[in-house]
């Protein structure tokens, strides 16, 4: 639909049919799943599940800091900034993810790529990780 649509534009027939019918299929199949689950609910238990992804919270380093950090050519600045930007960024995540599970989350979750931190610091921010979800029991 799409490929005629570049191809074609509106003012084709085709065009317009194709992507009434597309448009008329999702609607029917959002409003009949819409109806299932309001006639026949879920029977089984549910759990409450929170994503959560990165926001700056702080200023990001540079990509030049960046790009040494990763050379492993970083200089104490390079590491300075790096440690400022990634400790508010991913205490933010985990506060968010307290107030998820606060809320009744019994999973949550993030990108891999949302949480940034040196090697030496990954085992430390597990374990809190870890305490923070026995806590919840989440």
């Known amino acids: 639909m799409c490929n ?17 019918l597309c448009a008329g299929t999702i609607a029917i199949v959002m409003l009949l799943g819409g109806a ?24 990001a380093p540079s990509s030049p800091t960046i790009r040494r950090l990763f050379e492993a050519q970083a200089t104490p600045a390079d590491l300075d900034a790096f440690g400022t930007w990634s400790t508010a960024t991913n205490e933010d995540l985990l506060s968010r993810a307290q107030g998820e599970m606060k809320a009744g989350a019994q999973i949550v979750f993030w990108g891999e790529s949302n949480a940034y931190l040196l090697k030496e610091e990954e085992a430390a921010f597990v374990a809190r990780g870890g305490k923070l979800a026995a806590k919840y029991k989440a």
């Open 4 to 20: 005629l649509l570049c191809e074609e534009g509106l003012e084709s027939k085709d065009a317009r049919a194709t992507a009434w």
């Open 36 to 59: 299932r689950l309001a006639v026949f609910p879920p029977s089984s238990p549910t759990v409450r599940v929170a994503s959560i992804s990165r926001r700056d919270v702080a200023p």
